[in-house]
């Protein structure tokens, strides 16, 4: 069964930092493009970051450049979202979702993030509140 979970996610004051864990298990993700998406209370899902194993390629929002950074780890399995500098506009659900890559299906990263989604395996989230 494909599943992934997603962890790190909590209170943290305005300036902080979190890291996020997204752990896959009943695949590798050795082929796949792995985006973290979030979702604000009353707004519309949106892309955060994304990493794709099949080029290595990452794409990030603009809101978030330059504090938040994707990394994947292959022996575990997990994809890392690190988050500095956070806002009280960053407060969110924070999912991660999964899309195989090939030559005939690849997509790129900025296209995912650009989209807020178009991946078929995601995870059920984790909350982040960014308040004093």
């Known amino acids: 069964q494909l599943q992934l979970v997603e962890s790190g996610g909590g209170l943290v004051q305005p300036g902080g930092s979190l890291r996020l864990s997204c752990l896959a298990s009943g695949f590798s993700l050795d082929s796949y493009a792995i985006g973290w998406f979030r979702q604000a209370p009353g707004k519309e899902r949106e892309g955060v970051s994304c990493?794709?194993?099949?080029?290595?390629?990452?794409a990030y929002a603009d809101s978030v450049k330059g504090r938040f950074t994707i990394s994947v780890d292959n022996a575990k399995n997990t994809v890392y979202l690190e988050m500095n500098s956070l806002n009280p506009e960053d407060t969110a659900v924070y999912s991660c979702?999964?899309?195989?890559?090939?030559?005939?299906?690849?997509?790129?990263?900025?296209?995912?993030?650009?989209?807020?989604?178009?991946?078929?395996?995601w995870g059920k989230g984790t909350l982040v509140t960014v308040s004093s």
């Open positions: 990493i794709n194993n099949y080029d290595g390629s990452t």
């Open positions: 979702a999964a899309e195989w890559q090939s030559p005939r299906t690849y997509y790129s990263c900025s296209g995912y993030v650009r989209r807020g989604g178009g991946m078929d395996y």
